[in-house]
T-cell receptor, first 114, second 114 residues
Framework: AQSVTQLGSHVSVSEGALVLLRCNYS??????LFWYVQYPNQGLQLLLK??????LVKGINGFEAEFKKSETSFHLTKPSAHMSDAAEYFC????????????FGKGTTLSVSS | DGGITQSPKYLFRKEGQNVTLSCEQN?????MYWYRQDPGQGLRLIYY???????QKGDIAEGYSVSREKKESFPLTVTSAQKNPTAFYLC?????????????FGPGTRLTVT
């Protein structure tokens, strides 16, 4: 069965510092992987997705993630945090069949201090 | 603009009453989903529908019901049998493009039952 583990329910960084949000997955087949961002009382917005075309995926707002099959990881990074990055971030996995639901991690709340 | 609408944004009900949450999409997506979000628990799948007039239970379907009479609409009814209905409810839709079943989310409905 698929599952997603996000290490750290809360991450705090200073403005301008590196952001690293961790995600590990389990899947019996090559997965599709996603990172979503959620601002308070809003829906989820797609940041980026891995679809096997390239292991380093660039997304919106300066975020990127690297797929490492040997580590079953898909960590999200951003070189320099901005105050507007403060939000909740979700990693999700799919085995890619049409119409199947995503499996989400429990989320990581990112706080950015000035 | 294409997108997913959920109404209302906030909903208050008395315990013992059924309540229906609306979800409409104009993206021409085949699949639609309902998730429940509670603090620290991520998103949990309630029901999903791959095509009109067909739907499947997700991980936490007890106390909920859905219908899919039109491609654009996927309403969720929270029945009095749902023991803890207060939560944030998110609707999503997707279309298969061969690249991972990326889901698009609505803005959510926050339901409070007292």
């Amino acid at each position: 069965a698929q599952s997603v583990t996000q290490l750290g329910s809360h991450v705090s960084v200073s403005e301008g510092a590196l952001v690293l949000l961790r995600c590990n997955y389990s899947s019996s087949v090559p997965p599709y992987l996603f990172w979503y961002v959620q601002y308070p009382n809003q829906g989820l917005q797609l940041l980026l997705k891995y679809t096997s075309a390239a292991t380093l995926v660039k997304g919106i707002n300066g975020f990127e993630a690297e797929f490492k099959k040997s580590e079953t990881s898909f960590h999200l990074t951003k070189p320099s945090a901005h105050m507007s990055d403060a939000a909740e971030y979700f990693c999700a996995v799919s085995e890619g069949q049409a119409g199947t639901a995503l499996i989400f991690g429990k989320g990581t709340t990112l706080s950015v201090s000035s | 603009d294409g997108g997913i609408t959920q109404s209302p944004k906030y909903l208050f009900r008395k315990e013992g009453q059924n309540v229906t949450l609306s979800c409409e999409q104009n993206l021409n997506h085949d699949a639609m989903y309902w998730y429940r979000q509670d603090p620290g628990q991520g998103l949990r799948l309630i029901y999903y529908s791959q095509i009109v007039n067909d739907f499947q239970k997700g991980d936490i379907a007890e106390g909920y019901s859905v219908s899919r009479e039109k491609k654009e609409s996927f309403p969720l009814t929270v029945t009095s049998a749902q023991k803890n209905p207060t939560a944030f409810y998110l609707c999503a839709s997707s279309i298969w493009r061969g690249d991972g079943n990326e889901q698009y989310f609505g803005p959510g409905t926050r339901l409070t039952v007292t």
